[in-house]
């Protein structure tokens, strides 16, 4: 697994290395030994995917509170995703600050989430489909969120979302967050 750096410190794109021949590849895409090595969560409690009937769906920006925090490895199976991560870790040099990268299936490249950290995508492509490798056990009682359009973060996303659930539209702004 090959581990790149993001602006958020503790959160990182991982990319499987390659092992080819004739028949293809084969690539791990998970290694706790190799994420606890570098002090990231290496735990997984457990797999959700998401698919994402049309191009403009938007989820997020979800975290969960303490004491049921959750590191992610996100990963787009199909289509492709804008995924964002916001810092909402408090004392964090990078609080309140966002990154984003694409995902899809040609870059292979997964989006480690640490804990803390809130996390949402605009899919790019009709028919995508999102994977997530968990560490932690969710509980709907812990779950939170901030807006995807909060004007304190201001997110730069690629185009106007076209599909937002209730739940995702009435998320707090940072500022009445409390």
């Not at 959750?70 to 289509?79: D, F, N």
Request: hydrophobic content about 40%; charged content about 25%.
């Amino acid at each position: 697994m090959i581990f790149e750096t993001t602006s958020i410190p503790g959160a990182c794109l991982v990319r499987p290395e390659r092992f080819q021949d004739e028949r293809g590849f084969f690539a791990r895409t998970w290694s706790r030994e190799e994420l606890e090595a570098r002090g990231l969560a290496g735990g997984l409690d457990h797999v959700s995917v998401s698919w994402n009937r049309l191009r403009g769906t938007l989820r997020g920006m979800h975290v969960q509170a303490a004491p049921y925090e959750e590191a992610k490895l996100v990963t787009c199976l199909r289509g492709a995703v804008h995924d964002v991560i916001v810092d909402l870790r408090p004392g964090s040099p990078t609080l309140r600050r966002w990154c984003a990268a694409r995902l899809d299936p040609a870059g292979m490249a997964a989006l480690y989430v640490p804990a803390g950290v809130a996390h949402g995508f605009l899919t790019l492509e009709d028919d995508s489909l999102v994977q997530y490798a968990i560490s932690g056990r969710w509980s709907p009682a812990h779950a939170r969120g901030i807006r995807y359009d909060d004007p304190a973060i201001a997110i730069d996303w690629p185009s106007p979302p076209v599909v937002v659930n209730e739940r995702d539209r009435s998320w707090p702004l940072l500022g009445s967050a409390g």
